[in-house]
């Protein structure tokens, strides 16, 4: 069964720091681009930054520069770090992958940017 | 704004056919495959439709996806209360070098 399991979201200050996971199992991981999806409150899924097999990323044009996505593929595991954070970076955070569109996902990790 | 254009809402009754268009540029939609989403509150997203129409297996047959130029549309033909979700298209655009998503359709099943 494919698991995507999100981790180290929390509250934390504006301009603060903080580093998301994202554990994988049950299908080869190494083999897929990996990516981060997020939805503020009450606002849409926001495509927030990806990473190809060959480690060569991408990012939304409202955290370029602040954030940077890594893979770890011996650990099977993905990663955000999210730097100079802003309150509209509050979001739930999802991991997701897949073939044929992203049809695995995880179950997200909320991130509050708050004073 | 989002790149990509939905309706902010659709509704239908049990039974019905219901759309909902997705309007991009030659940079996104008129060049890339199309994709759409179903997103219940709480729980993670579900891919209806990838690479333009293709349904993943699980996905029923009464839900189809089309696309033209620049524009994009989802189907739902026999329109059941557990459709009642937001949807959202996405799209690569290689102006952005991203992915993009609408702004997502909540639909409505009166």
């Known amino acids: 069964e494919v698991q995507l399991v999100e981790s180290g979201g929390g509250l934390v200050q504006p301009g603060g720091s903080l580093r998301l996971s994202c554990a994988a199992s049950g299908f080869t991981f190494s083999s897929y681009d990996m990516h981060w999806v997020r939805q503020g409150t009450g606002k849409g899924l926001e495509w927030v930054s990806g990473?190809?097999?060959?480690?060569?990323?991408h990012y939304a044009g409202s955290v370029k520069g602040r954030f940077t996505i890594s893979r770890e593929d011996a650990k099977r595991s993905l990663y955000l770090q999210m730097n100079s954070l802003r309150a509209e970076d509050t979001a739930v955070y999802y991991c997701?992958?897949?073939?044929?569109?992203?049809?695995?996902w995880g179950q997200g990790t909320l991130v509050t940017v708050s004073s | 704004q989002s790149v990509l254009t939905q309706p902010p809402s659709a509704s239908g009754t049990p039974g019905q056919r219901v759309t909902i268009s997705c309007s991009g540029s030659s940079s996104n939609i008129g060049s890339k495959f199309v994709y759409w989403y179903q997103h219940l509150p709480g729980t993670a997203p579900k891919v209806l439709i990838y690479n333009n129409n293709q349904r993943p297996s699980g996905v029923p047959d009464r839900i189809s996806g089309s696309k033209s130029g620049t524009s994009a549309s989802l189907a739902i033909s026999g329109l059941r209360s557990e459709d009642e979700a937001d949807y959202y298209c996405?799209?690569?655009?290689?102006?952005?070098?991203?992915?993009?998503f609408g702004g997502g359709t909540k639909l409505t099943v009166l």
């Open positions: 996405a799209a690569w655009d290689d102006s952005l070098s991203g992915w993009v």
């Open positions: 997701a992958s897949g073939d044929g569109g992203w049809n695995y």
């Open positions: 990473i190809g097999t060959v480690g060569n990323t």
